[in-house]
């Protein structure tokens, strides 16, 4: 089983930063996907960015040139630098990784979530 869990989530005013952090956990024998989603109030959730094993990665337009992915693989962990936030930019920011795990075979887990509030 493979636990993924999200960290990093505040209240900041528009304009600024946060960098949230989402560690994975396991009998992990190699992750290929690591993206973060976001679901506001009201709405379904959305895809934000996403980084391959190879370190490709990808961005919705909404995000791209203000938000930074990366990732650490010693440490099965990924990053979400988020730069210029705006209001719209608050929801509950979500974990998603997928691969291969050492005793049920391909593993798709989410975290919890992480509350990232934009507000003066």
């Known amino acids: 089983q493979v636990q993924v869990v999200e960290s990093g989530g505040d209240l900041v005013q528009p304009g600024g930063s946060l960098r949230l952090s989402c560690a994975a956990s396991?009998?992990?024998?190699?992750?290929?996907?690591m993206g973060w989603y976001r679901q506001a109030p009201g709405k379904e959730r959305e895809y934000v960015a996403a980084i391959g094993s190879t370190g490709n990665t990808g961005y919705a337009a909404s995000v791209k040139g203000r938000f930074t992915i990366s990732r650490d693989n010693d440490k099965n962990t990924v990053y979400l630098r988020m730069n210029s936030l705006k209001p719209e930019d608050t929801a509950v920011y979500y974990c998603?990784?997928?691969?291969?795990?050492?005793?049920?075979?391909?593993?798709?887990?989410w975290g919890q979530g992480t509350q990232v509030t934009v507000s003066s």
């Open positions: 998603n990784a997928r691969g291969m795990a050492d005793l049920s075979g391909t593993f798709d887990s």
């Open positions: 396991g009998s992990i024998v190699s992750i290929n996907f």
